[in-house]
T-cell receptor, first 111, second 115 residues
Framework: GEDVEQSLFLSVREGDSSVINCTYT??????LYWYKQEPGAGLQLLTY?????DMKQDQRLTVLLNKKDKHLSLRIADTQTGDSAIYFC???????????FGPGTSLSVIP | DVKVTQSSRYLVKRTGEKVFLECVQD?????MFWYRQDPGLGLRLIYF???????EKGDIPEGYSVSREKKERFSLILESASTNQTSMYLC??????????????FGPGTRLTVL
């Protein structure tokens, strides 16, 4: 399909791990991104992964990429209340300079 | 740090008014973008600009125009605002070289309400 897909909502308990999943559209996409949007704010780049990688870790964040299934995930270890936000998955197609965003997953962290 | 600023955080306009949304970036980035964000739809690209005086239509350009007279500034214009243009508008910029190249940096957004 043409759309980047994500679940719209996720709820976890403080201290647990969160896993946010994304299915993207183009197996030739070069860059895949995760952005975070806190209430009332713009998007902040969290991390990105090149398509020739299958995993990237950055402190509490782990990104997994399955190119065959066009599946991207973001794992947040030891989730904190400050992680409550909307998380956007995005892909950049190689044939055009456009970035395609998913609808965003709203993460709620329960104390 | 890259800084992208937008002229207003909140704006209320009446139907038929001409509306200007301004975006300024301080990193000498070549590319700039305007998106609108609506619940459940994510971000949709309105217009983008590869460089000064250049512009390209995005996915939903109808009812909008843009201006890029200087490299640091990208303006979004609603010629005659309508209620269906009530939305959050996000500006972004992207450099082509150096730290953060190929990554979009976003402004804080302007929440526009058209009555």
């Amino acid at each position: 399909g043409e759309d980047v897909e994500q679940s719209l909502f996720l709820s976890v308990r403080e201290g647990d791990s969160s896993v946010i999943n994304c299915t993207y559209t183009d197996s030739s996409s070069t860059y895949l991104y995760w952005y975070k949007q806190e209430p009332g704010a713009g998007l902040q780049l969290l991390t990105y992964i090149f398509s020739n990688m299958d995993m990237k870790q950055d402190q509490r964040l782990t990104v997994l990429l399955n190119k065959k299934d066009k599946h991207l995930s973001l794992r947040i270890a030891d989730t904190q209340t400050g992680d409550s936000a909307i998380y956007f998955c995005a892909e950049r197609k190689t044939s055009y300079d456009k970035v395609i965003f998913g609808p965003g997953t709203s993460l709620s962290v329960i104390p | 740090d890259v800084k992208v600023t937008q002229s207003s955080r909140y704006l209320v306009k009446r139907t038929g008014e001409k509306v200007f949304l301004e975006c300024v970036q301080d990193m000498d980035h070549e590319n700039m973008f305007w998106y609108r964000q609506d619940p459940g739809l994510g971000l949709r690209l309105i217009y983008f600009s590869y460089d000064v005086k250049m512009k390209e239509k995005g996915d939903i350009p109808e009812g909008y125009s843009v201006s890029r007279e200087k490299k640091e500034r990208f303006s979004l214009i609603l010629e005659s605002a309508s209620t269906n243009q009530t939305s959050m508008y996000l500006c972004a910029s992207r450099g082509l070289a150096g730290v953060g190249a190929d990554t979009q940096y976003f402004g804080p957004g302007t929440r526009l309400t058209v009555l």
